[in-house]
T-cell receptor, first 111, second 115 residues
Framework: GQSLEQPSEVTAVEGAIVQINCTYQ??????LSWYQQHDGGAPTFLSY????GLEETGRFSSFLSRSDSYGYLLLQELQMKDSASYFC????????????FGPGTRLSVLP | DGGITQSPKYLFRKEGQNVTLSCEQN?????MYWYRQDPGQGLRLIYY???????QKGDIAEGYSVSREKKESFPLTVTSAQKNPTAFYLC??????????????FGEGSRLTVL
């Protein structure tokens, strides 16, 4: 089977840095993605790591360690609009055709 | 503009009725997916299709059916056999096998409520 774990909630203040961790157990691992979802909306893609290391996209960075089955999303210079749920998702299966999502982390950014 | 269109956005159904949710994409993507999301939960895979006229069950396929007669379309039918169908349903697409990308493109979702 496949499973992912994330913290259920994280709270931080504007301007701060927050890290959301994700651990996974899966077969046929191809990569780890991160998505943001605001209440009532659809998930939007943030980043994808297929190889070990850090990927940076503006205020957001994502890290992957395949040997540790672990990744994280780093959000810097937090803004109120960053309050949302964040999901990690593994691309898995025999041909990378499956996308399995974690339970999500609800981030609350306080003024 | 290219994208994924889901309809209807909101749907109310009486118990015992089947209902079909539409998903159309003009991204020329091979792979399409249906996910279910319950309040405060992650996304769970219902069905996916890698190619026209072929589809595979996901983790929670019981009580659902799909078809993939055209590349652009992947409708989901929620049957009366689905015991607890009230949920937010999300359709997504992806370029397909061999593409080294982890990005799923999502529609805006359909919110189904059973009365």
């Amino acid at each position: 089977g496949q499973s992912l774990e994330q913290p259920s909630e994280v709270t931080a203040v504007e301007g701060a840095i927050v890290q959301i961790n994700c651990t996974y157990q899966t077969s046929g691992f191809y990569g780890l993605s991160w998505y943001q979802q605001h209440d009532g909306g659809a998930p939007t893609f943030l980043s994808y790591n297929a190889l070990d290391g850090l990927e940076e996209t503006g205020r957001f960075s994502s890290f992957l360690s395949r040997s540790d089955s672990y990744g994280y999303l780093l959000l810097q210079e937090l803004q109120m609009k960053d309050s949302a749920s964040y999901f990690c998702a593994v691309r898995a299966g025999n041909y990378g055709q499956n996308f399995v999502f974690g339970p999500g982390t609800r981030l609350s950014v306080l003024p | 503009d290219g994208g994924i269109t889901q309809s209807p956005k909101y749907l109310f159904r009486k118990e015992g009725q089947n209902v079909t949710l539409s998903c159309e994409q003009n991204l020329n993507h091979d792979a399409m997916y249906w996910y279910r999301q319950d309040p405060g939960q992650g996304l769970r895979l219902i069905y996916y299709s890698q190619i026209v006229n072929d589809f595979q069950k996901g983790d929670i396929a019981e009580g659902y059916s799909v078809s993939r007669e055209k590349k652009e379309s992947f409708p989901l039918t929620v049957t009366s056999a689905q015991k607890n169908p009230t949920a937010f349903y999300l359709c997504a697409s992806q370029p397909g096998q061999g593409m080294n990308t982890g990005e799923l493109f999502f529609g805006e979702g359909s919110r189904l409520t059973v009365l």
